[in-house]
């Protein structure tokens, strides 16, 4: 490790100790009657869960099996919260109380008794002991969020001294979150948190005072957090579609009790309908960018049917820097960004210049996404650069992440810097030209990308280049190894036509050939990580090309008539 990435260590670890030490300061001593005070007199309304329901999990519950994260748990009878749960994904889920909205659906009166005893053993083993996974910020906000959205299937048929504990244990909830907000990781959580406080402080009778301040610490966090093209300072796609599900309840939360919507809140929901549309492919899904997994389609629809911004996808989101090249049926879509910042770089993929091409209905080449219940291990590997469209050098990711459990999996080198240029021809072609500096430092080279697109789509053609900072390609005696990958939807047949093209067919028969100039592919097994029922076998178009030979490649998406 060179001498800047050990001082850059140093700051990271020091500045984490001061986030960690604000945030014990300001709970201060932890204890049941430290957050203990007035319970609220009654909950004023439920806000509605935009989120999609399963009746078929919630008769799971019911008959003591709990089907989360992709992993089931028979309890035969006794509290969940008594047993080794399956995985840190299933607790989270467990914890969180997300599939609530499942138990809406059930037809059958059990499921409130069910839900009812759930919640009683929760609060009983966790309710008053501020510890472990179950009182991570992140947790108690979704779990808010939860119990005020489905109080009415909570509280069906319950005595009045069940109702009394539960606002207890809610407001004991809040009034923790609220000591430790400010100190909270940045991003999404952080956000979340303010979204949390807010619902609750709409949802029970509080003060004016705590009604306004709410509001206020939201404003400031959607200012923060929200980007001028209505992107997520994260630069996930998806999250901007997660926070939409929380926000536009709120927001007619706020409307129906006749209070005054915080200032922000709806010019950021504004901000954030062209931005999610722009990442959406003509299948429905969002194209998968740091982090971005599966979407549910009813969900991205319940969502977009509340969309007033109607209108073409913007061509880029010059904040969050993505661009889009779509003539015809065809869209790409690329990343020529990195991180906002470090402490945003936990989830980041280590992607820059990767891309997502669809055609018509048709995903053919992708990132392979993150998983959504898989353990650390794969969603660290679903980061790398080889899980991304994109070019690796000597199948070395062009980001690097802490090795520390302390910082967390934060990206500490790599891209400092991305460069891109979009252009338009007078035939009505459109290119993008970009270059990374993520190799920079190890190997003293920059990785330039240009893709280019007819003016019908049918064609796309792109460049993948190293080349020394002074623009002088490598040299003879280079011994860097490049590869790029092009992912394949996990739907699309691949079939051989030479050693220098491939065959890309989609169920409905659309074909793609994807060729290059006089440099062998390789077809390979791939894992789809994104994939809504776990890890999925697919394959993977792979160039390699060593750079004493060749300093770039040439390759040609071309659509075939049929």
């Known amino acids: 490790m060179q001498f800047s990435d050990r001082q850059r260590l140093f700051y990271l670890y020091a500045r984490e100790g001061w986030?960690?030490?604000?945030?014990?300061?300001?709970?201060?001593?932890?204890?049941?009657?430290?957050?203990?005070?007035?319970?609220?007199?009654?909950?004023?309304?439920?806000?509605?869960?935009?989120?999609?329901?399963?009746?078929?999990?919630?008769?799971?519950?019911?008959?003591?099996?709990?089907?989360?994260?992709?992993?089931?748990?028979?309890?035969?009878?006794?509290?969940?919260?008594?047993?080794?749960?399956?995985?840190?994904?299933?607790a989270l889920r467990l914890h969180s109380f997300s599939w609530l909205r499942h138990m809406r659906a059930s037809q059958d009166e059990r499921a409130f008794d069910k839900t009812r005893e759930i919640v009683k053993d929760w609060i009983a083993a966790h309710g008053s002991s501020?510890?472990?996974?179950?009182?991570?910020?992140?947790?108690?906000?979704?779990?808010?969020?939860?119990?005020?959205?489905?109080?009415?299937v909570i509280l069906k048929g319950a005595e009045h001294g069940f109702y009394r504990r539960f606002l207890k244990s809610l407001a004991f909830q809040i009034r923790y979150l609220r000591h430790i907000a400010a100190t909270t990781r940045d991003g999404e959580v952080r956000l979340r948190v303010r979204i949390a406080l807010a619902v609750s402080s709409v949802s029970m009778t509080v003060q004016p005072s705590v009604l306004r301040r709410a509001a206020r610490d939201l404003d400031r966090e959607l200012d923060r957090?929200?980007?001028?093209?209505?992107?997520?300072?994260s630069r996930n796609p998806r999250v901007g579609l997660e926070l939409l599900l929380d926000l536009l309840p709120l927001r007619q939360t706020y409307v129906n009790l006749g209070h005054d919507v915080p200032s922000r809140l709806i010019p950021a929901i504004d901000r954030m309908y062209p931005a999610l549309r722009f990442f959406r492919h003509q299948d429905g899904d969002l194209a998968l960018f740091n982090g971005a997994t599966s979407t549910l389609a009813n969900e991205l629809m319940c969502v977009l049917r509340y969309?007033?911004?109607?209108?073409?996808p913007f061509k880029a989101l010059p904040h969050m820097r993505y661009e889009r090249l779509s003539n015809g049926p065809s869209v790409v879509i690329v990343d020529t960004g990195k991180p906002l910042s470090i402490d945003l770089s936990a989830t980041a993929h280590a992607g820059?210049?990767?891309?997502?091409?669809?055609?018509?209905?048709?995903?053919?080449?992708?990132?392979?996404?993150?998983?959504?219940f898989a353990g650390e291990r794969f969603h660290q590997l679903a980061r790398t650069t080889a899980a991304q469209s994109c070019v690796t050098l000597?199948?070395?990711?062009?980001?690097?992440?802490?090795?520390?459990?302390?910082?967390?999996?934060?990206?500490?080198?790599?891209?400092?810097?991305?460069?891109?240029?979009?252009?338009?021809?007078?035939?009505?072609?459109?290119?993008?030209?970009?270059?990374?500096?993520?190799?920079?430092?190890?190997?003293g080279l920059l990785h330039e990308r240009d893709i280019e697109m007819n003016a019908n789509g049918t064609l796309i053609r792109g460049?993948?280049?190293?080349?020394?900072?002074?623009?002088?390609?490598?040299?003879?005696?280079?011994?860097?190894?490049?590869?790029?990958?092009?992912?394949?939807?996990?739907?699309?047949?691949?079939?051989?036509?030479?050693?220098?093209?491939?065959?890309?067919?989609?169920?409905?028969?659309?074909?793609?050939?994807?060729?290059?100039i006089d440099t062998k592919i390789e077809v390979e097994d791939d894992v789809f990580f994104a994939d809504p029922s776990g890890l999925r076998p697919s394959s993977q178009v792979s160039v390699r090309f060593a750079l004493k030979d060749q300093p770039e490649i040439q390759w040609v998406l071309s659509r075939e008539t049929r």
């Open 307 to 312: 969309d007033e911004s109607a209108g073409a």
């Open 130 to 152: 501020i510890h472990g996974l179950a009182w991570d910020a992140d947790i108690i906000a979704q779990r808010i969020i939860a119990w005020l959205s489905h109080s009415p």
């Open 225 to 233: 957090q929200i980007l001028p093209d209505g992107g997520h300072c």
């Open 19 to 90: 986030r960690r030490f604000s945030q014990r300061w300001a709970v201060g001593r932890i204890s049941a009657l430290r957050f203990a005070g007035r319970t609220p007199q009654r909950l004023i309304v439920a806000p509605t869960d935009l989120r999609a329901v399963d009746s078929h999990i919630a008769d799971e519950i019911i008959h003591d099996r709990f089907p989360l994260a992709g992993r089931m748990l028979e309890t035969r009878g006794e509290s969940p919260f008594a047993l080794d749960l399956p995985s840190r994904a299933f």
């Open 352 to 372: 820059s210049l990767s891309f997502e091409m669809s055609s018509g209905r048709n995903r053919f080449i992708i990132n392979s996404g993150a998983p959504k």
């Open 463 to 516: 460049r993948d280049r190293f080349i020394k900072p002074d623009g002088t390609d490598p040299g003879p005696d280079d011994q860097n190894v490049a590869t790029a990958r092009f992912h394949i939807h996990p739907q699309i047949l691949i079939g051989r036509r030479s050693d220098f093209e491939v065959i890309l067919k989609a169920p409905d028969g659309e074909c793609w050939s994807l060729s290059t």
């Open 394 to 443: 000597n199948d070395v990711s062009s980001a690097r992440t802490a090795r520390s459990r302390y910082l967390g999996p934060i990206w500490i080198g790599g891209v400092t810097e991305v460069k891109s240029e979009k252009r338009r021809t007078e035939l009505g072609h459109k290119g993008l030209k970009a270059s990374h500096d993520g190799y920079l430092k190890l190997f």
